[in-house]
Every structure is written in C-alpha cells, then in structure tokens.
C-alpha cells in the first residue's frame, strides 16, 4: 500500500481564494481524520470520518471550512474563502477502527496564504 | 492543564546515550500513541499501547494505567533519531487524537 496520500504537498495562495486539499486513505481503513498543525497551537483535529460519515466536526475552525467524504478512498478539505491565519501543515490519517495498528498519517500539505 | 503533558520540551543527547520521554495524561483513556516527526516532514506512529510494555529495534514503549503515565526510550541513540517526538491519546470510544506538545530531541554525534 502507498499509504495515506494527500494532495497538493505545498500550495501558496493569495488571501480570498479557495482552497481543496485533498486524502487518499489506506484501502481498508474506515476512519479518517483531518488535523491540522501550527507552532502556536500544535496538532489540532478538525473533523473526522467513520465509515464516510463525519463523527466530530468540532475542530473546524468556522464556516470557512468544509470537509467531505464521498466514498471510502477520497476527502477533501476546502477553505473558501482563506486567510493568512489558515497557514499550517494539514495532515490527514487513516485508521482502522478495532484494529490494533495505530494510524497512519499522510505527508501532508503545507499552506501558506499570503 | 492539558490533557497530555510531555517532559522535557527539548532534550540534546551525545550518541550513544540512552534516552527518556515522558507523558502523563489527566483522562482515562483507550490508547496511547508514541508518534515521531522529522524536521519538515511527516508524521511516523511508532507504537500503539493500551498496558505494559513494546519494544521496536531500539525503542521501547511503556505505560502504567495506575499512573497515567507513559516513557519513551531510545537505547543507544543515533543522530538519526533527532526528531519531535509526541505523545497522543485516545479516550473513550472517541477515536481523534489528542496530543502532547512534542518533544524536540537532538542527538549529537
């Protein structure tokens, strides 16, 4: 397995545009998390998904963001429309639930808004 | 008070020293996760761990429910090892990570 990919790696934009980042899980793995880093705050979790189905959307910062899982391997984390103060690594992680593995992360993607 | 608390917040070690990271956490929880993140990159899991003790090449994991408490080491440390290392846990039946704020470890030659 390729492990967890996520797309694009580094995106730079200009305040006001939207943004899609996008998470390919490990086949197999039902759930799906959406964190996002800063050197202020650390790891964050923004939303997650069992089975497809978002759990906890608790973390998402406000309206700005969304996040879907249309089907088991694909999700995307839009920011419409973005902010200087949405620069961070997003990570996204896969696991199985009732399994004994930890998660996996992907590489994730830096955003710089600018 | 956090959740999860890491000691110390930074650590510079010579090679070859054996090494020691601590977490303590103030929930009951189901898992305890030992994560590594190399400067600029991604995020590894290293160990998952609900009781006692495991053991990959040079790291060893431990926890003690009682306490709330868990140690990280490294035997016969490498400057590879230089990295962030973070403790995260899962509690209940929730299945999001909460984390530690890292440590930042550095192995000199």
């Known amino acids: 397995d390729a492990g967890v990919i996520q797309s694009p790696r580094h995106e730079v934009t200009e305040m006001g545009q939207e943004v899609t980042l996008r998470c390919k899980p490990i086949?197999?793995?039902?759930?799906l998390f959406w964190y996002r880093q800063t050197m202020m705050r650390g790891l964050e979790l923004l939303i997650y998904?069992?089975?497809?189905?978002?759990?906890?959307d608790s973390g998402m910062p406000e309206d700005r963001f969304s996040a879907k899982m249309p089907n088991a391997s694909f999700s995307t984390l839009k920011i419409q429309p973005s902010e200087p103060r949405d620069s961070a690594v997003y990570f996204c992680?896969?696991?199985?639930?009732?399994?004994?593995?930890?998660?996996?992360f992907g590489s994730g993607t830096r955003l710089t808004v600018v | 008070k956090n959740e999860v608390e890491q000691s110390p917040q930074n650590l510079t070690a010579q090679e070859g020293e054996f090494i020691t990271i601590n977490c303590s956490y103030s929930v009951g929880i189901s898992a305890l996760h030992w994560l590594q993140q190399h400067p600029g990159g991604g995020i590894v899991s290293l160990f998952m761990?609900?009781?006692g003790k495991k053991k990959h090449g040079r790291l060893i994991a431990t926890i003690n429910i009682q306490e709330k408490h868990s140690s990280l080491h490294i035997t016969a440390s490498h400057p590879r090892d230089s990295a962030v290392y973070i403790c995260a846990v899962t509690s209940g039946s929730a299945r999001q990570l909460t984390f530690g704020s890292g440590t930042q470890l550095t192995v000199l030659p």
């Open positions: 086949s197999g793995h039902n759930s």
């Open positions: 998904f069992n089975n497809n189905v978002p759990i906890d």
């Open positions: 992680a896969s696991s199985f639930v009732g399994g004994h593995d930890g998660y996996t």
């Open positions: 761990l609900s009781s």
